[in-house]
Each structure stands twice: as structure tokens, then as C-alpha cells.
């Protein structure tokens, strides 16, 4: 376990994992640059919080719930954010995290309501994981992101953007079968790399200067949308 209650906060200058309580009292715990593997638990009892950089490595780990992450207001920016809690594994997010690369939804269920994915960055879903609460945050008109899908079935949800955001850059499905649950716009490509893509009653629609479509070995089965 670990506590920190220092109003002047810490710089963690090596990668580091805890497999015990992370308690926040006050004080910034600083990771740039670095990475921080949380197995345990999270108490933000007063507050304290995370500060990573753009290329720090966050992971949740463990199993069962974890608690409320909180990360600070200022310096909320995380290179590779992993969501990878077992045994019915839960965690919260109610600050804002921007994933500046790659946001690995792996096992457990996230409930959300301040991630946001930067302009090109790849959120890859696996069916053992889903998010829950809220979308992640919109972006600027002109800027979306990727996301590709790995296990097996699933039906698609809150990390997918729907068409009235309009963020989706590529779809990739790597497992599945995989369910569409709302019509979608893909600005890039949709990759069929193995498993099948259904849109169910839904449409895809191809947009962009790159669209294009690229089947491996995965399929597609269209549905009855307009």
C-alpha cells in the first residue's frame, strides 16, 4: 500500500506497481514519462491525484472493484491507459483523462464520465471488458479516433461513436462476432481482419478522402438498415 498526504505531491522517477491501497489524501502523485501498474485499490480521501504525461503508461489491474480514479485537472494526459480488472472487476473515471495513444478496454466494466480519446489515438475493446456511463468526451469537428474490437462476441456500445459525434476514424474487427448498436460513420477504413462484423438494423457509412474497406479473413453480414 501506499499513502500520500504531502500538499508538495511526489515524482515517481521509476516505473512502479502497486498491489495494495493507493491513497490520495493531498498532494499530486507525478508519474511523466513513467509507468504505474495499479493492482490494489483507489482511495481518494481528499484531494490528491494522479498527474501522468503523454507518455506515461497507466494500468489497472487486479480484481474486483477498484474504485474512483481521479486524475489532475491540469496535467490529465496518459500515453497508454489499460483497463484489465478480473473476477468481475469494476473502476470508475469522474475526472477528466486524455489517452494520447492507446486506451486498452481489456477485462472489467469502466464506468466513464471524463475520458477522452486525442485525435488518432485507438481504443481496442475486448469482449471480456464494456464502458459504462458516459461516452468518452467529443472532439473537435475534424478530429476522431480508432477503434478495433478483439475476443470474442460482443455487441458494440459506448466506445463506438455514434453518427452525431462523428469520431470514428477506422473500425477494425480482430474477434468478435461483433454487433453493431447504432449506425455509424467511418472517416478512415473498416478493417475485417478475422470474425464478422453484423450491422444488425444498422448502416455504415463510408466517409472521408482514405475510406476504404479491407477484408483479411473476417466477414461481414449486412442487416436491414436503410
Known amino acids: 500500500s501506499f499513502t500520500l498526504d504531502n500538499p508538495n505531491g511526489i515524482t515517481f522517477n521509476n516505473d512502479v506497481t502497486l498491489s495494495g491501497t493507493l491513497t490520495l489524501t493531498t498532494g499530486t502523485l507525478r508519474f511523466p514519462g513513467r509507468s504505474l501498474a495499479l493492482n490494489g485499490t483507489f482511495a481518494g480521501t481528499g484531494s490528491g491525484d494522479l498527474s501522468p504525461s503523454s507518455t506515461s503508461t497507466l494500468a489497472i489491474g487486479g480484481s474486483g472493484a477498484f474504485g474512483t480514479l481521479r486524475v489532475n485537472s491540469v496535467n490529465n494526459t496518459v500515453g497508454t491507459f489499460t483497463m484489465a480488472r478480473s473476477g468481475s472487476g469494476t473502476a470508475s473515471l469522474n475526472s477528466t483523462l486524455i489517452v494520447a495513444t492507446t486506451f486498452n478496454l481489456t477485462n472489467g466494466n469502466l464506468t466513464n464520465s471524463g475520458l477522452r480519446m486525442a485525435n488518432y489515438s485507438t481504443l481496442i475493446r475486448n469482449s471480456n471488458a464494456q464502458l459504462l456511463g458516459s461516452a468518452p468526451i467529443d472532439l473537435p469537428s475534424g478530429e476522431s479516433y480508432n477503434v478495433s474490437y478483439t475476443g470474442s462476441t460482443m455487441t458494440t456500445g459506448l466506445e463506438l461513436p455514434s453518427t452525431t459525434t462523428d469520431m470514428l476514424q477506422t473500425l477494425s474487427i480482430d ?39 479491407k477484408q483479411t479473413f473476417g466477414g461481414f453480414t449486412p442487416g436491414t438498415g436503410s
Open 175 to 213: 474477434g468478435g462476432p461483433v454487433t453493431l448498436d447504432k449506425n455509424v460513420i467511418v472517416n478512415g477504413s473498416v478493417n475485417l481482419q478475422s470474425a464478422t462484423l453484423l450491422a444488425s438494423t444498422f448502416n455504415i457509412t463510408l466517409a472521408g478522402v482514405a475510406r476504404s474497406w
